[in-house]
């Protein structure tokens, strides 16, 4: 089991950047494929980014790709989203989401731990 710590959001005025933080503890994190997820009010959880054990493959959503880059570094047991050229429609709680099988889930039914979120607000 592996608990999960998000930290790094905040209030930033669109075109800025933002890099967000996952802290695990407990069972070691090169055991997991990592995933971000986001959520607005009133809207479903959605993907952002996903990258496997070792940082070799990675995977983003279309609306976030060239902008966000997801990465890690298993010896810190984090994980990194770099958030940049920010705009108004990112604006949600981030999430960072854990999952035991191999491959590069999109969904977030596929993952198994989850942290408790972290506020990115992007102002016009």
């Known amino acids: 089991q592996v608990q999960l710590v998000e930290s790094g959001g905040g209030l930033v005025q669109a075109g800025g950047s933002l890099r967000l933080s996952c802290a695990a503890s407990?069972?070691?994190?090169?055991?997991?494929?990592m995933g971000w997820f986001r959520q607005a009010p009133g809207e479903e959880r959605e993907f952002v980014a996903a990258?496997?054990?070792?940082?070799?493959?990675?995977s983003y959503a279309d609306s976030v790709k060239g902008r966000f880059t997801i990465s890690r570094d298993n010896a810190k047991n984090t994980v990194y989203l770099q958030m940049n050229s920010l705009k108004p429609e990112d604006t949600a709680v981030y999430y960072c989401?854990?999952?035991?099988?191999?491959?590069?889930?999109?969904?977030?039914?596929?993952?198994?731990?989850w942290g408790q979120g972290t506020q990115v607000t992007v102002s016009s």
């Open positions: 989401a854990a999952n035991v099988a191999v491959v590069l889930a999109t969904t977030p039914a596929r993952y198994d731990y």
């Open positions: 990258i496997s054990r070792y940082g070799g493959s990675t």
């Open positions: 407990g069972r070691t994190l090169s055991s997991y494929v």
